[in-house]
């Protein structure tokens, strides 16, 4: 039963090859969503080809550096050729780089405004571009009462709780920036049926968790301390979140807002804190 109503979109999912990104196309290729999977890297994993024997979807690879415009105006172009239409985007591409306020180097100031900010907000714009010309064809300049489409940002724990075992200023303020993108955004495309919003996930289990973890050997374990259930979450653990925002029959009212999942990390004054 398609009790979603994801059956045949399409999704547009940045950072695909790997971590939270492969997870959420696996979670909606098993709902029958096809995938235009891009990233930076030149092969895609192996688990992301499968999905499509798995589940009989359209799956698509597409290198890009989300942070060149004209990579991305190319890859968006092409990703419309291939599967005629573009119904969901999740910005899952994301880089971190540890390193004190007061010795934060320009490279990583720019490095990761351009891939966390300026790639979620390119590939949203070129995604909602078509998402518009969608709409228009169907319903001219009608105002839309019921949503069509969805844009998911990833933001972050970081940015609602700080946390004494990570100096990431820098990254933190790239994903604020990308949370101040969700109500202007949600504004700006409710019109045409298109909903806005970001989620924002607490320490997860990835590629990008095991690098900060061979910098800081003890990193893991302090993240553990600081959630209600004593470990630290698995990329399935996002997938239920991100499907329930993709579906506009369970979440159709729900724009312009920024959702934690965290195990509890933010709630309470855990115990490494004591
Ligand atoms: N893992 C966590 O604990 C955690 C917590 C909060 C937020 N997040 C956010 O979730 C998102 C996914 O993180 P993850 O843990 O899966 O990371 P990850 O490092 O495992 O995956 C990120 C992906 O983004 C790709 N990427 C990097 N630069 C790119 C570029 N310029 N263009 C295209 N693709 C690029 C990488 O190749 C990689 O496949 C990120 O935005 C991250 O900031 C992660």
Redo the contacts with the bound molecule.
């Keep these: 039963m398609d009790s979603l109503n994801l059956k045949n979109r399409t999704v547009v999912i940045?950072?695909?090859?790997?971590?939270?990104?492969?997870?959420f196309a696996e979670a909606l290729a098993s709902v029958d969503c096809n995938i235009a999977a891009?990233?930076?890297?030149t092969e895609p994993p192996t688990a992301l080809c499968q999905l499509r024997s798995a589940h009989g979807v359209k799956v698509e690879y597409y290198k890009?550096?989300?942070?060149s415009r004209s990579q991305v105006s190319e890859v968006i172009e092409r990703v419309v050729a291939d599967f005629i239409s573009i119904n969901l985007v999740i910005?899952?591409?994301?880089?971190?780089q540890d390193e004190p306020f007061l010795w934060t180097s320009d490279h990583n100031i720019e490095k990761t405004f351009?891939?966390?900010f300026t790639?979620s907000f390119l590939v949203s714009q070129a995604c909602a571009k078509q998402m518009v010309k969608q709409y228009q064809g169907v319903h001219g300049e009608k105002r839309a009462e019921r949503t069509e489409a969805a844009i998911i940002f990833?933001?972050?724990?970081?940015t609602h709780i700080a946390s004494s075992a990570q100096r990431i200023s820098c990254?933190t303020a790239s994903?604020a920036a990308v949370r101040g993108l969700v109500a202007p955004l949600a504004a700006e495309l409710a019109p045409y049926g298109i909903r806005v919003n970001s989620l924002?996930?607490?320490?997860?289990?990835?590629?990008?968790?095991q690098?900060l973890q061979k910098e800081q050997p003890d990193l893991v374990g302090q993240f553990e301390k600081e959630t209600m259930f004593g470990r630290?979450?698995l990329?399935d653990e996002l997938t239920g979140a991100t499907l329930w925002m993709c579906s506009d029959r369970l979440s159709g009212w729900y724009t312009g807002q920024d959702m934690l999942v965290d195990g509890g990390a933010s709630s309470w004054k855990h115990p490494a804190a004591l």
């Design positions: 940045t950072g695909c090859a790997g971590g939270l990104g492969l997870a891009l990233d930076i890297v890009c550096d989300i942070s910005n899952a591409a994301g880089i971190v351009a891939v966390n790639g990833i933001a972050s724990i970081a990254y994903k924002s996930p607490g320490y997860t289990m990835t590629a990008m968790m690098s630290i979450g990329p």
